[in-house]
RNA sequence: GUCCCCAUCGUCUAGUGGCCUAGGACAUAGCCCUCUCACGGCUAGAACAGGGGUUCAAAUCCCCUUGGGGACGCCA
């Protein structure tokens, strides 16, 4: 039987990280055993789903590059299917019809929580006969769940977890508007679908013994569910909007790779012994459930960035200049040219397209340049007399490469009986305004002639 | 409150009873390289939550405690 997984986000909001990580580790493993990877919407709570919602989930998975087969199945439309299998089990007696209001429920739930039980439905109407059903409600249906005994899952990260049946309760299958609860939805649409392998945040562990009463109650074989640990933020509490659960878009939009995204969630709770750098063939060749860990992880951007920095360095040099340009908000072929040209010295000095961003601005901001406070420090007078001396200089040579530059600035300091730094760095303060920058030689050779002469002469 | 899950350096993790005076990566500190900043190289500090067992032998198996997380909804 090939493997068929899936990845069922309710569009209620963005891609977060800890949804695109349990997309990614279903996409692999479906990938991996040369199986499907299937996307369904669940989007059964109307007040909440946003066809916004929807848009943002799916370019967050165009973006990250889990390509998905098939067509994305949207929960809702399948409601019908979902009402017929209660149907089924109302008539085999495996479901009834409870007409508890939501005060009496929520009474019990109260009384339960003082007498120190759990806090569940009691079943007052699972017996009862259908003629005492007070006038005018629409009744919920109810699973009829096994009272003793116990429910046993057989998880493939978890392990074997049991649970005694008297702690659950008979759980709403339908609404009372006769719209279909999640966990039925997620069992028959799983069904259907012939998913084989369910893959989620293991705040799922639980509800899933609630799923299999489901599966048994339809005879119905389940898949394989592996419950992966949850990602907490850095001070280990719940990932909060402040720490990184944020939506995909929004590292694209602070300058993550996708790859590099990738990279970090795959090894957030999964390892292949020492490899940290693992590209995404790799991944897919190697991916496992037996390696998945079993504990919770911290986001930590800190290592986000530097698996960032690498791709960074790793990326194609006309393609970071593009989305440089982009980003600096310059067109152009000039400018195009000189951030290509520039990007091999960039992008080893920056962990994010954001900070490539920033520090290659200099390389096509328009004369005269911004200075700042520390550039203006370094240009002493001592300094403007050396770099008007050593203009006169530049202005002569035919040969404007990196190394035929740094043989002229050489000669020259020794000429002056200064040390390189002491050109270099008032120099680099002319050219990039900062005391921060590529090597000063390239910087020199990529911006020409004639502009380093006209930034030199803006501030001597 | 009830139930379930988890527990190795600050963080991500390797480790599946002897290879562990516990390895790697990120971060941190120092040194080297050097025109600055990075990159790169080298070095350093840094962990088996605590207590009981089992065993010739335990980070690894069992139990308890503690700590964290999750679920308990006519949300998903």
Not at 22 to 51: C, K, M, P, Q, Y
Not at 237 to 244: W, Y
Not at 373 to 385: G, I, R
Request: charged residues 25%; proline residues 4%.
């Amino acid at each position: 039987m090939s493997v068929i997984t899936r990845f069922a986000p309710s569009p209620t909001g963005f891609l977060h990280i800890g949804g695109a990580r349990t997309a990614l580790f279903n996409w692999l493993f479906a990938r991996h055993n040369g199986g499907r990877f299937l996307l369904r919407i669940e989007d059964t709570d109307r007040v909440r789903s946003t066809e916004a919602a929807i848009d943002a989930i799916i370019d967050g998975m165009k973006w990250l590059g889990l390509d998905w087969d098939g067509e994305v199945v949207f929960q809702f439309v399948r409601a019908p299917r979902h009402a017929e299998v209660v149907d089924q089990m109302l008539a085999e007696g495996k479901a009834y019809r409870c007409y508890c209001s939501v005060e009496e429920l929520e009474e019990m739930r109260k009384a339960a929580m003082a007498a120190g039980k759990p806090l569940r439905y009691d079943g007052r109407w699972r017996d009862r006969d259908p003629k005492e059903a007070p006038e005018g409600v629409k009744p919920v249906i109810r699973i009829k769940a096994p009272q003793t005994g116990e429910t046993v899952v057989r998880d493939e990260v978890q392990g074997e977890v049991r649970v005694a049946n008297d702690q659950l309760d008979d759980m709403v299958l339908l609404r009372s508007d006769g719209t279909p609860t999640y966990m039925l939805s997620v069992v028959v649409d799983d069904h259907d679908m012939d998913i084989t392998h369910v893959i989620r945040g293991d705040d799922h562990l639980t509800n899933t013994f609630r799923q299999v009463q489901i599966y048994n109650a339809m005879g119905w074989k389940h898949p394989s569910f592996s419950h992966i640990p949850m990602i907490h933020g850095p001070d280990g509490a719940k990932l909060s909007k402040r720490h990184g659960a944020l939506g995909v878009e929004a590292y694209r939009e602070m300058g993550y790779l996708p790859e590099a995204i990738r990279n970090y969630l795959l090894r957030l709770g999964w390892s292949h012994g020492d490899d940290e750098i693992i590209s995404t063939q790799q991944a897919i060749a190697w991916f496992d459930l037996g390696a998945v860990g079993r504990s919770a992880a911290r986001f930590d951007f800190a290592k986000l960035d530097s698996l960032n920095a690498h791709y960074l360095r790793e990326a194609d040099d006309a393609a970071l200049a593009a989305e440089t340009a982009k980003r600096l908000g310059v067109g152009g072929a000039e400018a195009l040219d000189r951030l290509r040209r520039a990007m091999p010295g960039l992008k080893a000095r920056a962990k994010t397209l954001k900070e490539l961003a920033e520090n290659a601005a200099f390389y096509v901001t328009p004369r005269p340049i911004a200075l700042a406070d520390k550039a203006k420090a370094l240009l002493t007078p001592e300094a403007k007399t050396l770099l008007a001396k050593l203009a006169t200089e530049l202005a002569k040579t035919g040969d404007w490469s990196a190394v035929g530059l740094e043989a002229l600035v050489r000669g020259f300091v020794e000429a002056e009986q200064v040390k390189l730094g002491q050109v270099a760095q008032p120099l680099r303060a002319a050219l990039a305004g900062s005391t921060t920058s590529p090597g000063i030689f390239e910087v020199m050779e990529i911006l020409g002639q004639s502009e380093c002469l006209g930034r030199i002469g803006d501030c001597t």
